[in-house]
């Protein structure tokens, strides 16, 4: 892979860089150069430890040097507004330049929430690929709702049909579907950028979409295809040593954190038996209300096993003032209470037995390679799908039912961590959890799918760039 120079480009979310720097490393370590392109900065790259070269790409008119995002445009439609222009431009005298420094970028790959950076690349005459950050079911329904040739749009916007029938997937209840997708969601604004997406790929003559997840866990899907797409199941994007990958026994973190990473906690875990530890965490956005925190928290108490639970740092005071209510409740008893952690190597420690989540698809993925069942309680967007498909498709974990406020009350906490802790019959869950974790092992690995499919792609762009 000499002459290939790879440039990915990533929305600044702890959600999108992560599987993206993951894809970085395993490209350098295939042979090719790659360029990553990103707002975030100093400190927190410190860790990557892989010849990936860096350059800063704001999306936005604030300095890239300035660790702060400060003041946003207030909208949603204002804000990516600006991200496509400032980005747009950006990205392009950023491919103008790196090709005078004899460094011309044959390969550009982008993210979700950046569908302007495929017309970019289109222009300047460099192939692109879209890197789905979600799992394969939420792109394929994405594709269909926004699709041209297809009726479901119509049909979900006066009232979703049930159930809803797409190839390759379960049937599916208009809660299964990502929640933007429904006019109820407070975030329904970021649906034209969904439908861009769609659109820019439809543009292409043979678009083609990298996915983070693997063959075997996505198969009726993937098999059942999209039209004219190419894609290529590449995942799980995770830190190789923990994918009992021994070439790569350095990769232990993805090398990226956006909050301050506690490390007290491994001790504490350390002095736990095997399995018997909840991991609590609500991934890198969510935010809980206060009544949720509360339910949560007497649930948890109420279950009788030791807990760690990531509480992040709140912009807000008004939220600040719940995280350490909770805190003072908490501290001291049998859970701890972190603001972030190295949640794959947490995921991985002996003592864990569950994890509670929001179904974030990097934490579904980290959680299911790690044979950790799962207590799912879904907040928004993709993960309304992920925690249908990790109770009903895969069998490792139970969704936590939710009131008509949205909140899991603590009986419901209790009853799931009774399931999946064991306390009750728990159904196979930790025999899928230990299947699912081996067969994703085996994907990664020289000659498993996801590895034969990184080769494919790179193939695949040499027949038809050269
Ligand atoms: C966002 C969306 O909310 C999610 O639905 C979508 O699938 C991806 O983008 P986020 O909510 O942050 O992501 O969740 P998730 O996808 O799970 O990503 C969180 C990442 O942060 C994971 O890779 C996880 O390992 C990491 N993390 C989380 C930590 O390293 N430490 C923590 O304490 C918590």
């Known amino acids: 892979m000499n002459h290939q120079h790879f440039l990915i480009t990533s929305f600044r979310g702890q959600g999108h860089l992560n599987p993206t720097i993951q894809l970085a490393k395993r490209l350098v370590w295939a042979g090719a150069r790659v360029t990553y392109a990103t707002a975030v900065h100093g400190r927190n790259l410190r860790t990557i430890k892989t010849p990936i070269s860096m350059e800063g790409l704001s999306h936005t008119s604030f300095s890239v040097n300035n660790d702060d995002d400060a003041v946003e445009p207030s909208s949603y439609e204002d804000r990516m507004r600006e991200i496509k222009q400032v980005g747009s431009r950006n990205l392009r005298e950023l491919i103008v330049s790196l090709s005078e420094k004899d460094r011309p970028v044959t390969f550009l790959i982008y993210t979700v929430l950046l569908p302007w950076a495929a017309d970019v690349a289109r222009d300047l005459g460099v192939p692109s690929a879209f890197l789905s950050i979600q799992s394969a079911a939420v792109f394929a329904i994405y594709h269909h709702y926004f699709n041209s040739q297809s009726g479901f749009y119509q049909s979900c916007k006066n009232k979703p049909p049930t159930p809803i029938s797409l190839p390759g997937l379960p049937p599916l209840t208009p809660e ?21 997406h769609i659109l820019t790929l439809e543009k292409e003559t043979n678009p083609c979409v990298l996915l983070n997840t693997f063959d075997a866990l996505e198969e009726d899907l993937i098999k059942a295809g999209l039209e004219n797409m190419k894609l290529f199941a590449i995942g ?31 001790q504490w875990l350390d002095s736990k038996p095997a399995s018997s530890v909840i991991y609590v965490s609500f991934g890198s956005l969510a935010v809980l209300k206060k009544n949720q925190m509360e339910e949560l928290c007497q649930g948890l108490r109420e279950s009788g096993h030791p807990f760690l639970w990531v509480i992040r740092p709140s912009d807000t005071s008004e939220q600040e003032e719940v995280n350490t209510m909770m805190k003072g409740r908490l501290d001291g008893d049998f859970g701890l209470i972190v603001p ?67 909140v899991v009350g603590r009986e419901e906490m209790k009853r799931c961590l009774d399931l999946v802790m064991g306390v009750t019959h728990e159904g196979g869950m930790r025999e899928n959890a230990s299947k699912w974790k081996a067969l994703a ?20 762009w040499s027949e038809n760039v050269f």
Not at 182 to 195: A, C, E, S, W
Not at 243 to 266: A, I, M, Q, V
Not at 365 to 393: H, R, W, Y
Not at 441 to 460: I, Y
Request: with cysteine; net charge negative; proline share 7%.
């Open 236 to 266: 799980p994007l995770i830190p190789l040593a923990y994918l009992d990958y021994k070439d790569h026994p350095l990769d232990n973190s993805f090398g990226c954190d956006l909050y301050d990473c506690s490390t007290d906690y491994l």
């Open 176 to 196: 299964d579907l990502p929640s933007f997708l429904l006019p109820t969601d407070p975030n329904f604004p970021v649906v034209p950028t969904f439908q861009e």
């Open 340 to 406: 972030w952690c190295l949640q794959v190597e947490v995921l991985n420690h002996k003592s864990i037995g569950c994890h509670v989540t929001h179904c974030g698809w990097n934490s579904t993925l980290e959680s299911l390679t790690a044979g950790v069942p799962m207590i799912a309680c879904p907040q928004f967007s993709d993960q309304l799908t992920n925690a249908k498909l990790v109770q009903d498709v895969w069998g490792i974990g139970v969704k936590a039912r939710a009131d008509g406020e949205g």
């Open 441 to 460: 092992r085996r994907a990664v690995k020289e000659g498993g799918s996801s590895d034969n499919n990184l080769r494919l792609l790179w193939q695949d």
